[in-house]
């Protein structure tokens, strides 16, 4: 090997080391580079997904919470609506098969929260009629207590009209 070619050579060399390190080695260390940010935005989008599921479950649970709330003021009312209640007295009359002939109703402040309704209601009806009434009563979305039921003696069987009078006890939330 002359010095020529061996001149050649190194040459050749520092060319083929100079391109390595001028051309090759920013494109690696840029790969390098985008595969740590690569890595870093998958951690990130993860992150990220935990973040929207976390917010997911945060919403489901609020808007159940929200739907109970919402239970809760129809089954005590904000405010006394006097209209409302006589005809959600009426509707579950109806919905027993009786019919309302009378009705008084009396507050008291329990608290600074709520207001006691005390009901009374005279209903025709038979039997059968009164128990599905107490059943329209029991399943009403509207809480109310029944807290007593008379009758008047004479009917001979459970088909035949008679009046009841029913007592029963509701609330509303103050304003």
Known sequence: MDRNNFTALIFSLIIFFAVIIFLVLPKVSNLMYLRSSLSAGTFTI????????????????????????????????????YPVLLQQLNNLAD??????????????????????????EDLDGNFLSFQQYLSCVENSPRFFEVTSAHFTAGFKSMVDSAKFTVTMQGYYQNQ
């Open 95 to 120: 919905c027993g098969g009786m019919t309302m002939t009378n009705f008084s109703i009396a507050t008291k402040k329990v608290n600074d929260n709520y207001t006691q309704l005390g009901i009374s």
């Open 46 to 81: 993860t992150q990220m997904q935990q973040v929207f599921s976390d917010f997911n479950n945060l919403k489901s649970q609020y808007n159940y919470l929200q739907s109970e709330v919402n239970a809760a003021n129809v089954m005590i009312p904000k405010g006394m609506d």
